[in-house]
């Protein structure tokens, strides 16, 4: 890669900041419009209009920058950026129509994050193998990174202007050397193009953050299949940084991946207010389906190690849960490991539980004989849905009836349904033909769980498809598992990882979001979210305050509490694209 001397402030005069203009627009839950601190419903300023002296709270500024204006014109993306960012763009010769790479800096030293922006001719049929081509080129073609691990890999939906893409895939990256988080982009943006590393030239970016060998990379995968063409946006930041909740790090790479900030050229802007009453907390019902055979012990030691930080961190995110573990042995009929002998006794784990939670994860056959290998992971997702229900049970051990109801899969295998007909036993990828038979094996269990509004998140060996393993080296790929989770929009992790915190981390984020009461009405710009409650404006955090969820489009509370005995006035206001697909 080469830098070259291109001036930032070249880049950055292309952009400006708007206000807001003739297609601003507010939601009919607001009793005023922009302009003249009208009250909304709750009394107070009215919090769609911009900041200002008089109105500080309003809503932030955002910078646009469409590619019309820039270095790639006819590479056909808008996007919505933090007013400080820093733009530049790399430069490659025989640029094509579709094809861009640009950089986005937030470089002071409480945020330090590479954000990027890379377009080009579409190389798959879909965004989830746009997302695996990008994983393999980033493991296989970059010298400069020692090892890639799928935190999680983000939601598979529609983007707000009806594109198929992936939002908020999460890798950790292992650099062999020490790196600043800019050199880390160098490497990653030439792999995104399919060039050439030599073929690439970068400015030089005027900053750097501390050298390290372990980031975090957050990424959208946006795929336009009749245009041809695949957008990658998102950012490198250190590990460290992104990591701590108190740092605002974190939230500004996940603005640049959840797909709010991304979309065609020349779409406008809208404004938007919306009212809500809130007098609950998200609440969810989570299922774990555990796989007990011998080369899991090691992989349920590490998420039972991790009981009493996951379960600390469920109830800071605001999330009235309750836990029920099961095996993956079809005999045991979906029944908790929290139970007597005789089958009798059987509840649901509470919060203040994460002892006998870690003791089911390392047991989850309960008093019963373990499932010896036995791996029937599908057939015992239906059997607890199934035995749970109906929702509200009086006998208590039904799924509530106001609860999000989420199915976690832990396992290092394909399940034993693919087995029997469609594939053998081993580390194997399956034929199209094998493909197809898969997807209507797994259909009738997606209709299920779709039918109870449930979300499914797998912990396994992760895609794309390569000769490694992990798990004790007896770990193969989780087909059939893949497809039922991508299907019902849920998470997946590796399981491969030594710390399964972050991937718990994630997948509970998911689930606080998909459980969340506060749920928008359009698809907002993350960065322009002002929520005030009770006319106190809310400071935008992961420790106290709010957070947004793309794959929900939900607003999640960490450290606050509702009740119906307290209930809150949450007023939010948000400028978005003003054409977009979801409304």
């Not at 001036?7 to 009793?31: E, F, K, N, Q, Y």
């Not at 919090?47 to 500024?61: A, F, I, M, R």
């Not at 010769?93 to 330090?112: H, K, N, V």
């Not at 099961?326 to 002998?341: E, I, L, P, S, Y």
Request: proline content about 6%; hydrophobic content about 40%.
């Amino acid at each position: 890669m080469l830098r070259s001397p291109l001036p930032l402030a070249v880049a950055v005069s292309t952009l400006s900041l708007v206000a807001c203009g003739a297609s601003d627009r507010t939601s009919a839950s607001a009793d005023g419009g922009p302009g003249g601190g009208t009250p909304d419903a709750s009394g107070l300023p009215f919090v769609c209009d911009p900041q200002s002296e008089t109105n500080p709270h309003g809503l932030k500024s955002i910078q646009y920058l469409d590619s019309v204006d820039s270095v790639y014109p006819s590479a056909n993306w808008r996007v919505a950026l933090e007013p400080e960012t820093a733009v530049a763009w790399a430069t490659f010769e025989g640029a094509g129509a579709r094809e861009s790479a640009m950089l986005f800096d937030l470089s002071r030293a409480e945020l330090g994050v590479a954000g990027f922006l890379v377009s080009r001719d579409a190389a798959g049929a879909s965004a989830l193998e746009e997302l695996d081509l990008a994983q393999i080129a980033i493991r296989s073609l970059i010298p400069e990174v020692a090892q890639v691990t799928t935190r999680v890999s983000g939601s598979n939906i529609q983007s707000l202007d009806g594109f198929d893409t992936v939002v908020r895939t999460e890798f950790e990256v292992t650099t062999t050397s020490s790196l600043d988080a800019t050199r880390l982009r160098e490497t990653l943006v030439p792999a995104l193009l399919a060039r050439e590393p030599d073929a690439v030239s970068f400015p030089d970016p005027g900053w750097q953050t501390a050298p390290d060998t372990r980031f975090i990379v957050t990424l959208q995968t946006l795929y336009r299949a009749e245009a041809g063409q695949t957008l990658f946006m998102g950012a490198v930041a250190r590990a460290l940084d992104y990591e701590d909740r108190a740092r605002t790090t974190g939230l500004h790479a996940d603005d640049l991946s959840n797909g709010s900030g991304l979309t065609r050229s020349r779409n406008g802007e809208a404004r938007e207010c919306e009212d809500s009453i809130v007098d609950r907390m998200a609440v969810s019902d989570i299922v774990w389906v555990v796989d007990e055979s011998g080369s899991m012990g090691d992989d349920r030691d590490r998420i039972a190690g991790n009981a009493d930080t996951f379960f600390q961190m469920a109830l800071d995110l605001g999330l009235d849960f309750r836990m029920g573990v099961t095996d993956m042995d079809n005999a045991t009929r979906g029944k908790f490991a929290t139970r007597m002998a005789n089958d009798s006794g059987e509840r649901w784990l509470l919060p203040d539980e994460p002892e006998a939670f870690a003791a089911a994860i390392r047991d989850p056959s309960g008093p019963g004989i373990g499932d010896g290998g036995d791996e029937h992971g599908l057939t015992q997702v239906k059997a607890a849905i199934d035995h749970h229900m109906p929702r509200g049970d009086a006998g208590g051990t039904g799924v509530r009836t106001d609860a999000k109801l989420a199915v976690i899969i832990v396992t290092d295998e394909k399940p034993d349904e693919v087995e029997v007909d469609i594939m053998t036993e081993g580390n194997e990828e399956p034929t199209p033909a094998q493909e197809t038979q898969i997807s209507d094996l797994v259909e009738p269990y997606r209709a299920q769980l779709a039918g109870e509004d449930a979300v499914v998140h797998l912990i396994s060996e992760p895609l794309p498809f390569d000769d490694e393993t992990c798990s004790n080296s007896g770990a193969e790929h989780a087909y059939g598992y893949y497809e039922l989770v991508g299907a019902l929009g849920g998470q997946m992790g590796s399981i491969c990882q030594l710390d399964l915190g972050p991937t718990l981390d994630g997948i509970l984020d998911s689930i606080v979001g998909d459980a969340s009461p506060v749920v928008l009405a359009y698809i907002p710009i993350s960065a322009t979210i002002t929520v005030m409650s009770d006319g106190i404006p809310v400071p935008r955090s992961r420790t106290i305050g709010w957070d947004y969820r793309a794959s929900s489009n939900s607003i999640v509370f960490h450290g606050m509490g509702f009740d119906p005995a307290n209930p809150a006035m949450i007023t939010i206001g948000y400028r978005r694209w003003q054409d977009q697909v979801v409304e």
